[in-house]
């Protein structure tokens, strides 16, 4: 879970590195590195810290000349973050240097082995071994030293190598992590991301599993593990460059908040044609709708909380059995699969590793897969037996937001889609449905004008310790995204409770002017709900209510309420996650906290 970039060309190399690694330091940010090749010499630069201890200690690149270079910067997996174990590493002498981004799982069978040949080793990292062996098996040829590596490593790399004694190369190559290479008349490119590039060129080449390329000023050649060349077409990418840029907003997060209505609206409209719903992408006609037997929604995180609305939306209105899995957990539980049944993984990055994982074993098992992805030509995307993508744009803040929502509508377009198919939703239903879909994106603009209101109570809790959230139903998981979104960004513990479940347990932590969210959006258990409001309130609790307009009843029990426009109670997630995205912003700004880049998080966890 780090970011690579490297370039060769005729340009000054570092200036462009410290430039690309900027626009990764959301895949990590303990550690940054350089090594810049001048054609004699490989200088190393590496700090602990952000990039900017790099940026000054080598005065913005520019205390290393040369035009060929691989950067890094590092989210720590193998030892802790540090100077030593900051990438780029090297072999004794600082004639083969690697950046990398992934977990070698045998390294330390690798190390010994190379210990006992007499090698000696500096860090605590997995990184340094694959400079050591490359090392061990150089022997004037790079593509054969890198080849004889990739057949005894296990686990998951995209790496940027230099020879001392290939002036004028790069290589780089990738095994489940992910890997881009782009192409400009100024020279060429690798990066984990295309945004680290995305100033330079648009043209790009996306590495697939076991292959390596080696990257000249001029020319580019891709090879497969065999060392057999390899033609590729390159893809443009089509998106503005200032989608991955702050755009004005003091946080990522805030402008990726911003960014929903029209996120939301792009993921939907296409898909709403000839007054139903299209998805072109699909590839299942209605027969195979009609087919499925059951569907498994798998995911992490905040896309694992999709999942569980979704059940919600997929049985009410498909009237089709639906498990929610968190990824970890289903790859290793032994799930009951087979050619009727679909795996729906969720994943922004498309990327992350239990998720891919995941996936895998459902393929392996026989079922039919599907991803719903943001990040285009992922592993997740390429993998999966058809994608639906969302069409959210990069999303750079670690905390998700706007990918979030598109998962959301993504999972509605769906279910609406096989209730049609199979036969349970009328067509008037389903209309009424579809225009309730396009309202979203103005009522989620509407809720966003009025930030100002969440702002002011966020900052009444600043101090607290623990925030509980409750609800029932799809209410119950909108308060897992609320808690979430809390926690990772401001620190303060909290948890998300089905509201009925609370009187089991953990009622005792209730107590005097504790803050507890209710979310009260389903018509049909608004009243148990309140039930559970009184429950605490009598217990010393604060109640912040966010429910639908009109339920004004609610005023006698919470002390605090904030409406939501009324909607289809299937769709609630899509406004009611507003106040709550908003709430866990405030509070972690209120507490001066860097929100775009929460402690102990990675933006993309391509890790197990
Ligand atoms: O890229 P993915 O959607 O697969 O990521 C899954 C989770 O890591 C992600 O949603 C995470 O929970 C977010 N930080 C939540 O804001």
């Known amino acids: 879970m780090c970011g690579i970039v490297g370039y060769i060309g005729n340009k000054q190399a570092a200036p462009i590195l410290l430039d690309g690694l900027g626009k990764l330091e959301y895949r990590g940010y303990d550690s940054a590195g350089m090594a810049v090749f001048d054609g004699q010499e490989i200088r190393i630069a590496k700090a602990k810290g952000r ?28 030892g802790e973050p540090s100077d030593t174990n900051a990438h780029p590493h090297s072999n004794e002498d600082a004639s083969i240097v690697v950046v990398h981004n992934g977990i070698i799982e045998n390294y330390m069978k690798l190390k010994k082995k190379l210990e006992a040949r007499g090698y000696q080793f500096h860090s605590e990292t997995d990184t340094e071994v694959i400079a050591q062996m490359l090392d061990y098996y150089y022997r004037g040829n790079p593509l054969e030293a890198i080849m004889k590596v990739m057949h005894r490593m296990e686990g998951s790399y995209a790496l940027g190598i230099m020879f001392r004694d290939h002036p004028g190369e790069i290589y780089a190559v990738r095994k489940d992590s992910p890997l881009v290479v782009g192409q400009s008349p100024e020279g060429n490119f690798i990066a984990s991301d295309v945004p680290a590039i995305l100033k330079y060129t648009r ?137 009727n049944t679909l795996v729906l993984i969720v994943s922004q990055s498309g990327e992350t590793a239990d998720s891919l994982a995941a996936l895998r074993q459902a393929r392996a098992l026989g079922s039919r897969t599907m991803g719903i992805v943001n990040v285009v030509g992922s592993s997740i ?114 948890e998300a409770y089905a509201a009925g479940e609370l009187k089991h347990g953990t009622i005792s932590l209730i107590e005097e002017g504790r803050l507890v969210v209710a979310v009260l959006t389903q018509p049909e258990l608004y009243k148990k709900t309140i039930s559970n409001i009184v429950e605490v309130k009598s217990r010393g609790a604060f109640v912040m209510a966010v429910t639908t307009a009109g339920n004004t009843e609610v005023e006698k029990v919470a002390d605090y309420v904030i409406y939501i426009p009324e909607t289809n109670p299937y769709f609630t997630n899509s406004l009611a996650v507003i106040p709550l995205q908003l709430f866990g912003y405030y509070v972690a700004i209120g507490k001066g906290l860097d929100v775009d880049k929460p402690r102990n998080l990675a933006k993309s966890v391509t890790v197990e």
Request: glycine share 6%; charged share 25%.
């Open 203 to 339: 043209e790009v080449y996306f590495i697939e599993n076991e292959e390596l390329v080696c990257l000249k000023a001029d020319s580019l050649n891709f090879y497969n593990i065999d060392e057999e060349e390899l033609q590729k077409e390159p893809v443009t990418i089509e998106w503005d460059i200032h989608a991955a840029e702050k755009g004005g907003y003091a946080y990522f997060m805030m402008k990726e908040m911003q960014e929903q209505p029209k996120a939301v609206a792009d993921t939907l409209n296409p898909r709403l044609k000839n007054g139903g719903i299209e998805i072109e992408e699909l590839g299942m006609d209605e027969e195979e709708l009609r087919a499925v037997e059951k569907i498994f929604i798998v995911a992490c995180g905040s896309a694992y909380h999709t999942g569980v609305t979704a059940k919600y939306v997929f049985e009410g209105l498909a009237r089709i059995p639906v498990e929610v899995d968190l990824a970890s957990e289903f790859r290793y539980r032994n799930p009951i699969l087979n050619k």
């Open 51 to 78: 990039l900017k201890v790099l940026y000054n200690m080598t005065r913005g690149g520019g205390t290393m000349p040369g035009t060929a270079g691989i950067g890094h910067t590092r989210w720590a997996t193998h």
């Open 381 to 494: 995307a390429r993998e999966a037996d058809s994608v639906l993508y969302t069409w959210a744009g990069p999303e750079i803040a670690v905390a998700t937001t706007k990918a979030y929502s598109t998962q959301l509508i993504a999972l509605y377009l769906l279910a609406l889609k096989f209730a049609s198919a199979r036969g349970t939703l009328r067509k008037e239903e389903l209309q009424t449905m579809l225009e309730d879909l396009r309202q979203l994106p103005e009522q989620i603009s509407l809720l966003l004008s009025h930030k100002e209101k969440v702002q002011k109570f966020a900052n009444r809790y600043l101090a607290a310790e623990h925030i509980f959230f409750i609800g029932r139903g799809i209410d119950y998981a909108i308060s897992l995204e609320g808690s979430l979104k809390l926690k990772e960004i401001s620190y303060i513990h909290s």
